[in-house]
């Protein structure tokens, strides 16, 4: 499980926390313990900065957790969720394709206050729907950027083969992640310093390339005064 922050396009990875399905299969305590411990660890780290995931991690027992430790946070629903509104009566989560719906105040499984927005956009087969104790368009806004991460990840396989990474032992292969989110954070800000530096904004081959793609693969020729200035601008 990692957890990363948006970055021009892709996003820095700041933490993970492992663990095996064998494991989880054996243990008296689900998965869930190993989702509170990474947020726990990282709490100081985020400060206001709001906390945004995806489906997997709309449950109950995390949402009280998160408000325990007053940690903002962004989340979108899993199907079939429920809520009602501060009397009590059920709410239907429902909106017109083309359409946005705020739903402000309500209840979560009857225990946990939170601002739903719901948006179905036209050429999209579903909604989608968030739930957050942000004002709900800000963190409708935020989860969008989640999107990034995503890219980040992949880029993680593609251009540093993260997921060919073959360990004995948990420790280790713990050490060669950890060493591979360095080395893509330290390629990444780099790379995009030098995107930056080399196309325009309205250039087309700046929004076809990601910084570290441009930086491991493209192999640009750039005399060394200029890559030295590159280097000074990204530290």
């Known amino acids: 499980m990692g957890l990363a922050t948006p970055y021009q396009g892709r996003a820095i990875p700041y933490h993970f926390v492992s663990y095996a399905s064998a494991i989880i299969g054996t243990e008296i305590t689900p998965r869930n313990r190993y989702h509170f411990q990474a947020f726990a660890?990282?709490?100081?780290l985020l400060g206001d900065k709001p906390l945004f995931l995806d489906r997997e991690f709309s449950y109950l027992e995390l949402l009280q957790a998160l408000v325990a430790e007053e940690v903002n946070f962004v989340i979108?629903?899993?199907l079939g969720a429920h809520f009602c509104d501060q009397k009590g009566k059920p709410i239907a989560l429902s909106v017109k394709k083309g359409e946005t719906r705020i739903l402000n105040k309500v209840f979560y499984m009857g225990k946990i206050f939170v601002n739903l927005i719901g948006?179905?956009?036209?050429g999209f087969n579903e909604p989608i729907w968030i739930m957050t104790n942000l004002?709900?368009?800000?963190?409708?806004a935020f989860y969008l950027q989640r999107m990034k991460i995503d890219e980040a990840f992949k880029d993680l396989k593609s251009l540093l083969g993260m997921d060919k990474l073959m360990c004995q032992k948990r420790h280790w292969m713990e050490q060669m992640v950890s060493l591979a989110l360095i080395a893509y954070a330290i390629g990444l800000v780099l790379g995009e310093t030098l995107r930056s530096h080399l196309f325009p904004e309205t250039s087309r081959k700046r929004k076809l390339y990601s910084g570290l793609f441009l930086l491991l693969k493209l192999k640009l020729p750039l005399p060394y005064n200029d890559f030295r200035k590159i280097h000074l601008l990204a530290l």
């Open 41 to 44: 660890e990282v709490k100081e």
């Open 76 to 78: 979108r629903l899993k």
């Open 119 to 122: 948006r179905w956009k036209e």
């Open 135 to 140: 004002p709900a368009e800000q963190g409708l």
